[in-house]
């Protein structure tokens, strides 16, 4: 004989129905990995190193710098080293900014909506699928950062050259100084020498001129 079905199943299978159809479309809306987004993180998690190192390498150098004869130079050398690295983690930050927008653009082109709809990407209104190529920010900024950094090296250069300069003018100073001293002493010198002569010889003609006994 036949199973009989509870009288309280029908009413639950309209539920059963809707929680599986729910677990379906979550499986299927669940986000897909994008690799290019993964390494685009790698590239910040790198540049983020690379800063790391390179202040940590400067905050080292600089109390050296300060206990050597040419501090100045040292002192450049370092601050060059630093932003030599920082150069390289912007190069990553830029590389990984540019990924991230094209991907951005690709999810929006692939989604249907102009690039004025995306989120993130303010721009003149477009037509279907077609996006105008904007400067990216970031470039921009690395541009703006290595021409401001050139001009301070090329500050601190011209700062330590002056001070070169102030130290030659100054040991060249003293070396006359000195010079010159010496030969007023000299100038003395020969004065009393020929001041003792003229006593002498004036001693001899005052014995000269007196009378013999």
Not at 4 to 21: G, S
Not at 79 to 105: C, F, I, M, P
Not at 110 to 120: I, K, L, M, W
Not at 173 to 196: F, H, L, S, V
């Amino acid at each position: 004989m036949p199973p009989r079905l509870t009288p309280h199943l029908p009413a639950f299978l309209p539920l059963l129905l809707a929680l599986a159809c729910g677990g379906a479309l979550a499986a299927d809306a669940a986000p897909e990995a994008n690799p290019e987004l993964e390494r685009a993180a790698k590239l910040r998690d790198e540049a983020k190193a690379l800063r790391r190192q390179a202040d940590d390498a400067l905050a080292a150098e600089l109390p050296q710098c300060y206990e050597r004869f040419l501090f100045n130079r040292c002192i450049a050398n370092a601050k060059d080293a630093h932003l030599e690295t920082v150069g390289k983690a912007r190069a990553l930050e830029a590389e990984a900014s540019r990924t991230e927008l094209a991907q951005k653009r690709r999810a929006a082109a692939e989604s249907g909506r102009t690039q004025t709809d995306a989120p993130t990407e303010p721009a003149a209104p477009a037509a279907e699928g077609v996006f105008e190529i904007q400067p990216d920010p970031m470039a921009d900024s690395t541009r703006r950062q290595r021409e401001a950094d050139a001009v301070r090296a090329k500050e601190a250069q011209q700062a330590e050259r002056k001070q070169k300069d102030a130290e030659k003018a100054k040991a060249r100073a003293q070396a006359e100084a000195e010079a010159a001293g010496r030969a007023e002493a000299a100038a003395r010198d020969r004065a009393r020498y020929e001041e003792r002569i003229r006593q002498r010889e004036a001693e001899k003609a005052k014995d000269a001129a007196k009378p013999a006994n």
